[in-house]
């Protein structure tokens, strides 16, 4: 019996999928907020993007950043949850 690791034809190796990236307009479509919205989140470092070139002007967003940004906003509970007020009975 052999200790050496078996070699996985180049056919068969898993091949790796490179996300495209996707521009402002899409990424404010995604996570539902205005465009303008998007690029001050994403010149503020609170949203994951990409400056293109040295002006900081364009960016590049991966969707799949874009979505674990988004449920960890959703899960970290950072809105508290608002009280009923008036008559409320509940």
């Given at each position: 019996?052999?200790?050496?690791?078996?070699?996985?034809?180049?056919?068969?190796?898993?091949?790796?999928v490179r996300e495209a990236p996707?521009?402002?307009?899409?990424?404010?479509?995604?996570?539902?907020?205005?465009?303008?919205?998007?690029?001050?989140?994403?010149?503020?470092?609170?949203?994951?993007?990409?400056?293109v070139g040295t002006c900081r002007?364009?960016?590049?967003?991966?969707?799949?950043?874009?979505?674990?940004?988004?449920?960890?906003?959703?899960?970290?509970?950072?809105?508290?949850?608002?009280?009923?007020q008036g008559d409320y009975i509940?």
């Amino acid at each position: 019996m052999s200790t050496q690791p078996t070699r996985i034809p180049p056919r068969e190796r898993l091949r790796t999928v490179r996300e495209a990236p996707v521009n402002q307009q899409y990424a404010a479509r995604f996570l539902n907020l205005h465009p303008k919205t998007v690029l001050r989140k994403a010149r503020e470092g609170s949203l994951p993007a990409h400056p293109v070139g040295t002006c900081r002007k364009r960016w590049h967003f991966y969707l799949s950043e874009l979505d674990h940004w988004l449920r960890s906003q959703v899960i970290s509970g950072s809105h508290p949850r608002r009280q009923p007020q008036g008559d409320y009975i509940g």
